[in-house]
């Protein structure tokens, strides 16, 4: 038994752990503007170029976006360009 | 004008000015403290007791007796030990211990034994720790606890209490509230304290912390990425080459095994940036880390340079740093592979025979993608220096011994897909960028070998990507 309690301090960020619940799923994609963002990983952009044609066949609204390397989060330019024009975004991955 | 006097029963210094404090006494206001024994002196009644040791802290004693002079509350003079002419000074009375000796020296204060600066900071002083208490419950064990909270990299950490981490902060001279940055990847600010706490559980002594708090500051240099390491597929983790005079004055190794286990500070000076980036950036494997293998290195990789031979140039020297400068160069380090020749005795059979080596790095036929640090072991090294080489020759040898046409690496060739398109057969291609290859001197005597650390994939774009090397600031 000890006679003071054994303290430690919390060595991470004390971020609240509570789960978020993710955002609901569009209900529809007609009328909405939907942003494809290339991580600029090699053939990322075929991956992409794909889905955009899936999407423009279906008479969607589609812009393209892109990160300057995938070895670092979006610039704000970039996140500021997705969240003025953009309703969706599909964020695009290689290998 | 009032005395205050602080002793403790435990000093025979104290013992012998027994009779002098009761002159004093006589003569003017003394508040007389007393360490460990509020009983002592009897002749005078005893002493007000202070073995909490609060005033004694507050006071700054750090030597027993001290005998302290104010003048309207305000300390004017203050003299340690026996010495009759300073006790005189101080007091303003003269003939004081008659038939003593004239002076004898006084013992250490009860608030500077091991440990008890730090216990008294906590105490008493300015200290205030900002994170959050976590209590362990009685039948609970601190270590399995840390285990539940996720904060260990798979081994045991050094549970970080109050006391340690204020040890550990006597390693720095910045303040625990200090922000050093914002790690990755949920980019929260990572305080010297947080440094510190992370440091305790990693095994660090104090006075590694500068080059904890260094490395960090390195790893969140942009050009460093880190938050693209931290999360890749690729085996990287960042590895922390140490140079300059507070590698030896730290005890970092440099020789035999300095790749391996075994060095306290080699092994805890790495795995306290990782646990940093773990617990405080958030950067954990199976969710944001999603390496397909990782490797041994993501616990814990840092080494210091031999800085031994006058006429080598250190890194970072060569990174433009000065000679003398205590530095970290970090890099997106794979693991270890080995390199073994014993047949070359000249340097430029051992050049191409190492750049053979070197050209397995992430694949044989691909060029320009992961660096790497080749690490030059004693033996090697000493074909070289032998003939007349420095760092300059070596470098230009293995960068000419690591060019080839692109024929020899085309897609295709060998029964292989992978390689360089066929547009490039005829041009001549570098297997590194010169920005992603590093050359370091580390390892024991006793075997013609080297070691090869392979570099991240991201390495191949090095305008956003590089190696980087930081002061430390002591």
Redesign the interface.
Known sequence: ??NE???????????APGMRPRLAPPERLEGATIGLLSISKERSHEFLDQVERRLNERGLNVLRFQK??????APEDVLQRLIERCDIVVEGLA? | MELIAVVKRDCPTCLLVEPVLGQLKARAPLALYCQDDPAFPESLGGALDDRMLERSWRLGVEIVPTLIRLEDGEEVARTVGWDRAEWERVSGAAGLGPGLTSFQPGCGSKTVEPGMPERLALRFGDLHLAARPIEVADDDDPIEVAYDRGWTDGLPIVPPTDLRIARMLGGTRRKPDEVIGLIPPNLQPLTVEKAAINAVMAGCRPDYLPVVIAAVEAALMPEFAMHGLLCTLYFSGPLIIVNGPIAKRIGMNWGGNALGQGNRANASIGRALQLIVRNVGGGIPGEIDRAVLGNPGKYSFCFAEDETDPGWTPLAVARGFPPGSNTVTLFHADGVTGFADQAARTPDDLARSLAMGLWGVTHPKVAGWGGAVLVLSPDHYEIFRAAGWGRTDIELALKAALRRPGRDMVTGLGGVAVGVAPERAEDTIDKFHAETFLLVRAGGRGGLMSAIIGGWTGQRNPAAVRPVTKEIAL
């Open positions: 038994m000890r309690p054994y303290l430690m301090r919390d060595p991470t960020a004390e971020l300057p390397t995938h070895t670092k989060p290998d």
